[in-house]
């Protein structure tokens, strides 16, 4: 059986080792909400002692309508995360 592991940020991924979250938002939208999701994570992955990263696209290029939201773009949604 191959093993599969990444070592990132001090903490490993893979098989063997506790289970990591990555999560977040689809699209960036507005701050407020990506702070607001962002504190959350972060508050209950600490509290279950689990390592995390939060994620977030600031251009979804692949919607199901091209009038759909794709996000703030890439300057507005560095600035966000």
Request: with cysteine; hydrophobic share 35%; net charge positive.
């Amino acid at each position: 059986m191959n093993v599969l592991t990444h070592k990132t940020s001090g903490w490993t991924i893979g098989t063997g080792k506790p289970l990591s979250v990555i999560a977040g938002l689809n699209v960036l939208e507005d701050e407020g909400l990506s702070l607001e999701v962002g504190t959350e994570l972060k508050r209950v992955c600490e509290q279950l002692g689990l390592p995390y990263v939060f994620k977030a696209s600031f251009d979804k290029a692949n919607r199901s309508s091209i009038k759909s939201f794709r996000g703030p773009g890439l300057e507005n949604g560095l600035k966000m995360l």
